[in-house]
């Protein structure tokens, strides 16, 4: 059974950083597009970032190029710099396929708030 473990969210302030993690275990991860998601309360989850098995990446228009993801197959692991956070990032930030419906579920999320 797969397990995404999101990690690295934090409170910041506006135009400050953070790195995202998202360890993936009970599937073959280097076969699979990855990707990040986040949501609002109220709101549906969007997709931030994709990241393909062969490195190519495509972002969410509203990234503007502030954020990069990346990948590290031997660690299972991928990753979401993001730069110059402002307070419309706020949300709870979570990982699976590149693709939904994904895996099939998701995990408890990494929570990123955004605020002076």
């Known amino acids: 059974q797969v397990q995404l473990v999101e990690s690295g969210g934090g409170l910041v302030q506006p135009g400050e950083s953070l790195r995202l993690s998202c360890k993936v275990s009970g599937v073959l991860f280097n076969i699979h597009d990855m990707g990040w998601y986040r949501q609002v309360l109220g709101k549906p989850r969007e997709l931030v970032a994709r990241?393909?098995?062969?490195?190519?990446?495509n972002y969410a228009d509203f990234v503007q190029g502030r954020f990069v993801i990346s990948r590290d197959n031997a660690k299972r692991t991928h990753y979401l710099q993001m730069h110059n956070l402002k307070p419309d990032d706020t949300a709870i930030y979570y990982c699976?396929?590149?693709?939904?419906?994904?895996?099939?579920?998701w995990g408890q999320g990494t929570q990123v708030i955004v605020s002076s």
């Open positions: 699976n396929k590149g693709r939904l419906p994904g895996f099939g579920s």
């Open positions: 990241i393909d098995v062969s490195g190519n990446t």
